[in-house]
């Protein structure tokens, strides 16, 4: 079946400007992840979603970033005013529940630089 | 919170050669265990997990993995590395209870010359 799906694959914008993230799940997998995969912080978590429950956003590093995941399948990071050290690879991954001993599987990521 | 470490940044090995790269956590509880591998150009896959059981785990395309709880350890091993094998190498760790996301060390990065 199709894997975690993330659009668009690179996105190059300038500082100051907004720019939104896509997920697609693999079908039927309730839990989603957003990470970010950058040179001088490594692979760090930033947002989780369960089913209906509030997510787990304390990973956000600041109030300019949010995200929402509507219909329990796709989901949107939204970066606001965009500064250059937001350049990084945004990584989503999916897991079937959200239990610890599931898998996540991952996107291959969207590539963001700030210019 | 959680922490993992992993001691080796870069790794360079002949084709043939054994391969231990070294992964620690810092967690007071129950975790489960996971090595995921990132080839040039592709996206993050498990290469294997540990949840509970038999300590010495096999995954894919040859690889293993000792979980040792008194040193907090989760070492990968393959007795004999390809040139296929170049990648990066993530050890990770979730908690039993507490936030469902995985902790992920700085990565070893893996090369294999021919």
């Known amino acids: 079946g199709a894997g975690v799906s993330q659009s668009p694959s690179n996105k190059v914008t300038e500082k100051g400007k907004d720019v939104e993230l896509r997920c697609d799940p693999i079908?039927?997998?309730?839990?989603l992840y957003w990470y970010r995969q950058s040179l001088g912080q490594g692979l760090e978590f930033l947002i989780y979603?369960?089913?209906?429950?509030?997510?787990?956003k304390s990973g956000l590093p600041s109030d300019r970033f949010s995200a929402e995941r509507t219909g329990g399948s796709v989901s949107t990071l939204t970066i606001q005013r965009t500064q250059q050290e937001d350049s990084a690879v945004y990584l989503c991954?999916?897991?079937?529940?959200?239990?610890?001993?599931?898998?996540?599987?991952f996107g291959a990521g969207t590539r963001l630089s700030v210019l | 919170a959680q922490s993992v470490s992993q001691h080796n940044h870069h790794v360079i090995l002949s084709e043939a050669a054994s391969l231990e790269l070294g992964c620690n956590y810092s967690y007071g509880g129950t975790v489960n265990l996971f090595w995921y591998v990132q080839y040039p150009g592709q996206h993050l896959q498990l290469l294997l997990k540990?949840?509970?059981?038999?300590?010495l785990v096999k995954g894919i395309k040859g690889f293993e993995a000792e979980f040792i709880k008194s040193k907090f350890s989760f070492n990968l091993r393959k007795p004999s590395v390809q040139w296929s094998d170049t990648a990066e190498y993530f050890c990770a760790v979730i908690p039993f209870t507490g936030r469902r996301a995985l902790t992920f060390g700085s990565g070893t990065r893996l090369q294999v010359q021919p």
């Open positions: 079908s039927g997998h309730t839990a």
């Open positions: 979603f369960q089913g209906n429950s509030a997510p787990d």
């Open positions: 540990y949840f509970s059981g038999d300590p």
């Open positions: 991954a999916s897991s079937s529940d959200g239990t610890a001993g599931n898998i996540q599987y």
